[in-house]
Nanobody
């Protein structure tokens, strides 16, 4: 089974930036050939989708992060990234990546794989 490993989280002040990474544990699974998404789960809330990227590098974002977050890929490293700028306390949560089945309706895009441990992002005011 493919394991996705997230990293790059931390404790930062509002207005700061972080870059998260997501790598697959098995080389045979190509992140580049699958639509991928970044999710986050804030304390006491459901996990929500924040960004997606297709194999053709088409990106989409939730309203809450559009203009501040950027999802990207590094094909050679089989890794996807989430560049997070102008962070707000409301961005606090555990961030996860997963491969997804995309839907034209944002909240109907579904995760397809198992969840990793995620990476904690905490933004202080």
């Amino acid at each position: 089974q493919v394991q996705l490993v997230e990293s790059g989280g931390g404790l930062v002040q509002a207005g700061s930036s972080l870059r998260l990474s997501c790598a697959a544990s098995r080389r045979v699974f190509s992140l580049n050939e699958n639509a991928m998404g970044w999710y986050r789960q804030a304390p006491g809330k459901q996990r929500e989708l924040v960004a997606t990227i297709t194999s053709d590098l088409i990106t989409s974002y939730s309203d809450s992060v559009r203009g501040r977050f950027t999802i990207s890929k590094n094909n050679a490293r089989n890794t996807i990234y989430l560049q997070m700028d102008s962070l707000k306390p409301g961005d606090t949560g555990v961030y996860y990546c997963n491969y997804v089945s995309l839907s034209p309706t944002w909240n109907k895009t579904r995760p397809l794989g198992s969840w990793g441990q995620g990476t904690q992002v905490t933004v202080s005011s």
